[in-house]
């Protein structure tokens, strides 16, 4: 939880960022760990957390100058401690694949990552990619929507969600390459 906790607006604004609601925020947080974050762990590595639960106080701050959501629109998403408007919980965090930067690095193919993660994580509430490190945010929710959105450019918008041609299926096309690269480079490794 301390991961989750530590905040960069928190820091730099002197700001508690402490749940009003800790029972709720460690239920939300720990269905992320268990059903999204700890699978990607198990099968990729390391991963960072870049931002996770914020504080009402943390992400108001956040509205204004760090181009945060308002807080209704983040409640069951970083705001972990908040039911949104529908009664639901839910958490989401902002997290870097370790093992993934050397492949979107070379090829600037984020899309591996989304379309494994989609394939694989059906629980998930939807992702979110940026262009630094190929980071995005993945969230656990009761009513989940499972959707691919970036803001990476030249494809920023929807890569896919419910109702799209492309959402059902596999998508293994899409991460085959870069899974090869990820074993070849594992077994390497080993063999040294």
């Known amino acids: 939880m301390r991961d ?3 905040s960069e607006i928190a820091n730099f604004y002197g700001i508690p960022n402490i749940p009003d609601d800790p029972s709720l925020a460690i239920a939300a947080g720990t269905r992320l760990c268990e059903e999204l974050l700890e ?3 198990l099968r990729f590595g390391r991963i960072s957390i870049r931002s996770a639960f914020r504080s009402c106080a943390v992400n ?3 509205v204004g100058k760090h181009n945060c959501a308002s807080n209704e629109a983040n409640y069951a998403a970083h705001i972990w401690d908040r039911r949104d408007a529908n009664g639901y919980m839910g958490a989401t965090a902002c997290v870097v694949v370790q093992s993934f930067l050397p492949h979107y690095e070379r090829t ?3 899309q591996a990552l989304a379309w494994w993660l989609h394939d694989h994580l059906p629980n998930n509430a939807g992702l979110t990619f940026f262009p630094k490190l190929a980071a995005f945010n993945i969230s656990w929710h009761e009513n989940p929507t499972r959707s691919l959105y970036s803001y990476i450019p030249p494809e920023r918008g929807w890569l896919t969600k ?3 041609e492309n959402f059902d299926g596999s ?3 899409e991460y085959e390459e870069w899974l090869e690269e990820a074993e070849a480079k594992k077994h390497s490794k080993i063999n040294k």
Do not use: F, R
Request: glycine content about 16%.
């Open 4 to 6: 989750m906790l530590y």
């Open 39 to 41: 699978p990607i762990w």
């Open 162 to 164: 419910p109702g799209m």
């Open 108 to 110: 600037g193919h984020w």
């Open 60 to 62: 108001e701050v956040g």
């Open 171 to 173: 998508h293994a096309k």
